[in-house]
């Protein structure tokens, strides 16, 4: 039978896939044409996978050269000697598996990996050479190449590469049909000096490269597909449109985080829920509970990368925690590399945190951070559940009613500098640990701005938007109340509720209830 898998390469006769047939079609279409390129994705965002499907595609017309440079150590990268016995210790891999290489060719690659003391130019002799000889286009590439990118030899390798190909046009000289490398740096921003005299331009060796624009998510219809796969296996019943769906939602196709999701309603939620039970909405949003709970290497890299750019890592918390925008700018170094890293993505020249699933993780970190240093509801707050939720339910009016008495009691009246503390984070501090271990929240980013955001709570299956505003007068409550209403009607709810931020002294402070239509607004004011 076959799995979800998280680790390493997916296989189809093994693994539940996506169908990555339209993907390596676009692929190939580059190496037809003979592009040079780079597969610069984030990790774990299915590169292997992908390289593996498309040597399958090629091999029938192409002599593929395919190796990894995570099988070269440290050592390998210290000198050029190094690197040419380590890249042909590879190449006796793919002698072994490839029976179109001339017995010339081989017998020279088995000289340089006996001899130590080899050169770079001493291996693409032999490299362009065997492209001179044969009669079927060699195509090169190349995974993990990140182990490399730190190291002056792979700068002056890929320089090898761009001589050969700038000869190819220029003296008509045979070298690879084209080169594939692999990585989550982008290699055409690794500079070197192209000609080794005194006084010589740094540049990128491989500005010869032809941008690398196919989409590497998973689409919903293609994640539907695969679900229908594992449907025809397991027959629970599913509804797998609406789950795909759901899933593309939370993680905007992200590949890693599409068959984690999967993988935990498979193999934990099912366990809990029944199989049934468990591929349902309920069971996506259980499975995205037990992510965000778990330590994991994606998680790690994540916060690492953030921690490294504090800068952006503050722009970032004022993105999420107020509303505020930046503006995306590719030559600012941070958001190339926090895209690069799969962190972020440009939203209408917009800076946007890539899926929901890294916004409530980084929400997570955000809000852990501030009640770690403040410790704001920690002792005045009473977040016992047996007071907010009864027979499975949560009483999102108690919930508010909570965090406005709570709230008052320790801050007192509202002052007009609160807005630059956005009170949007107090409430997501109170809510967090009432509904933690069991449900779900995320912000909607489309209403998340300076003004207004809606939190939607999944507790157990039941969904609860919240919105959140600061006041500024009935006729724009009036306003707020049909917007919620048109957004309950998204969700197919009957029931919503919102918390204004109310700097008039006159106020009434407490919860109570609006009929707008059919639809019944809980309304708090602070």
């Not at 069971?283 to 778990?294: F, K, M, P, W, Y």
């Not at 499975?392 to 630059?420: A, C």
């Not at 009929?515 to 602070?526: A, H, P, Q, S, Y």
């Amino acid at each position: 039978m076959r799995e979800f898998n998280t680790t390493a390469l997916c296989i189809p006769s093994d693994h539940y896939m996506v169908n990555l047939s339209e993907r390596i079609t676009e692929i190939i279409r580059l190496v037809d044409k003979g592009k040079y390129f780079t597969i610069n994705r984030a990790r774990q965002y299915g590169k292997t996978t992908t390289l593996a499907a498309l040597r399958n595609e090629l091999i029938s017309r192409y002599v593929i050269i395919s190796m990894s440079f995570a099988g070269i150590g440290h050592a390998g990268f210290s000198d050029e000697h190094s690197f040419v016995r380590e890249f042909c210790r590879l190449l006796r891999r793919e002698l072994r598996r490839e029976p179109r290489i001339p017995d010339a060719i081989t017998e020279e690659i088995n000289t340089l990996f006996r001899n130590a003391h080899n050169t770079l130019g001493d291996l693409f002799d032999v490299l362009f050479e065997w492209c001179e000889e044969t009669d079927v286009p060699i195509v090169l590439i190349i995974d993990e190449v990140d182990a490399a990118t730190n190291n002056q030899v792979f700068l002056d390798f890929l320089a090898q590469l761009r001589d050969g190909y700038i000869n190819r046009y220029a003296k008509g000289t045979k070298t690879f049909q084209s080169v594939i490398l692999a990585a989550v740096t982008d290699v055409k921003h690794l500079k070197a000096k192209i000609r080794p005299e005194e006084g010589a331009k740094e540049n990128s060796p491989w500005n010869i490269a032809t941008d690398f624009t196919v989409d590497m998510s998973l689409s919903e219809t293609g994640i539907k597909g695969m679900l229908d796969e594992y449907e025809t296996d397991h027959d629970t019943g599913m509804d797998t449109e609406a789950i795909a769906k759901s899933i593309r939602e939370w993680t905007n196709g992200y590949p890693f985080l599409v068959s984690r999701i999967c993988q935990l309603i498979d193999e934990k939620v099912s366990e809990t829920m029944g199989t049934v039970q468990a591929w349902t909405l309920r069971g996506v949003n259980e499975a995205v509970r037990l992510i965000l709970s778990e330590k994991n290497t994606l998680f790690q890299s994540l916060t690492k990368n953030l921690n490294n750019y504090p800068e952006l890592k503050t722009a970032i918390r004022n993105i999420l925690m107020k509303g505020t925008k930046l503006t995306w700018n590719p030559d600012q170094e941070d958001i190339v590399r926090l895209q690069m890293y799969g962190l972020i993505r440009n939203d209408h020249n917009t800076v946007r945190i890539d899926n929901r699933i890294f916004e409530t993780r980084l929400y997570n970190l955000f809000l852990s951070e501030e009640e770690r240093k403040n410790g704001v509801f920690s002792d005045k707050g009473d977040f016992s559940k047996n007071q907010f939720v009864t027979g499975g339910t949560l009483n999102m009016r108690l919930v508010m009613e909570g965090f406005i008495k709570t709230y008052t009691e320790i801050f007192g009246p509202l002052k007009n500098h609160f807005k630059e503390r956005d009170g949007r984070e107090q409430f997501l501090l109170y809510l967090k640990p009432i509904i933690n271990g069991t449900g779900n929240y995320y912000i909607e980013a489309q209403t998340r701005d300076q003004t207004r955001t809606d939190v939607v709570v999944d507790y157990l299956g039941q969904q609860y938007i919240i919105e959140l505003k600061i006041w500024h007068g009935q006729r724009y409550n009036e306003e707020g109340e049909r917007q919620l209403s048109q957004y309950l009607d998204y969700w197919g709810l009957d029931t919503g509720y919102m918390l204004s931020f109310n700097f008039n002294k006159k106020k009434e402070q407490g919860v109570h209830p609006v009929r707008v239509g059919d639809k019944l607004l809980w309304e708090g004011t602070l």
